[in-house]
């Protein structure tokens, strides 16, 4: 099976633009998730969807929006971006389901959208 | 808010030694699962804990769930320089769906 694919690998931008990352998870995966990665603040989860639906949130600005599509592939977009906004985008693909037993799904992450901000 | 918090964020050790990451919630977790980023990748997945008071090993590796659910451990026992790389620890708290990570311990090895 093909691991989750993330494009583009890199972006340069500068303050003020938008921003659009692509993430294709592995196939039969229903759920992504978008994490933001630096190395001050660790892995920040962003949020997720499943089902073309958004599921969970993390505590970012609306500058930060997502949504899936009915293959799976998600998006996520950065509106006005700040220099803050320089990170690794990480996606990570899963089953989705919701155990009663308490279990999550494995996370299988893509390679990850280095995105630098001048 | 929810947080996982994980110590020590850095640790340098000679191959051979042995390696504990510590990771704490605020807030009782269904689950917990164990991460592993190389320099340069991505993190890949390593064990998943749900039961109170689990522990599991894989090899050299140890892992701990505490008996409130708030706590776990990593441990590596002799290391070696293929262990190299940032550990994460990732909780679910109160079946949440959502996976709030810790800052991570990266580990180096000095052969």
């Known amino acids: 099976k093909a691991g989750v694919t993330q494009t583009p690998r890199y972006l340069i931008k500068t303050r003020g633009q938008q921003v659009t990352l692509s993430c294709s998870p592995i196939?039969?995966?229903?759920?992504v998730s978008w994490y933001q990665q630096t190395p001050g603040q660790g892995l920040q989860f962003l949020f997720e969807?499943?089902?073309?639906?958004?599921?969970n949130k993390g505590n970012f600005p609306g500058r930060f929006s997502g949504r899936q599509f009915s293959n799976s592939r998600s998006e996520m977009n950065v509106s006005t971006l700040e220099l803050g906004d320089s990170a690794l985008y990480l996606c990570?693909?899963?089953?989705?389901?919701?155990?009663?037993?308490?279990?999550?799904?494995?996370?299988?992450f893509g390679p990850g959208t280095r995105l630098t901000v001048l | 808010g929810q947080q996982v918090m994980q110590i020590p964020q850095y640790q340098h050790v000679q191959e051979g030694e042995d390696f504990t990451t510590y990771c704490n919630s605020s807030?009782?977790?269904?689950?917990i699962q164990w991460y592993k980023q190389r320099p340069g990748g991505h993190p890949v997945f390593l064990i998943q804990?749900?039961?109170?008071?689990e522990v599991k090993k894989q090899k050299r590796l140890t892992f701990q769930f505490g008996e409130a659910k708030k706590n776990s451990s990593l441990h590596i026992t002799a290391t070696q320089t293929t262990d190299v790389g940032t550990y994460f620890c990732?909780?679910?708290?109160?079946?949440?769906?959502?996976?709030?990570f810790g800052q991570g311990t990266t580990l180096q090895v000095k052969p």
């Open positions: 196939s039969g995966h229903r759920s």
């Open positions: 990732a909780g679910n708290p109160s079946n949440t769906g959502k996976l709030i």
């Open positions: 804990l749900v039961k109170s008071g």
């Open positions: 990570a693909s899963s089953l989705g389901a919701q155990r009663p037993s308490g279990a999550t799904d494995t996370q299988y």
């Open positions: 807030t009782t977790l269904s689950n």
């Open positions: 969807y499943f089902s073309e639906t958004q599921r």
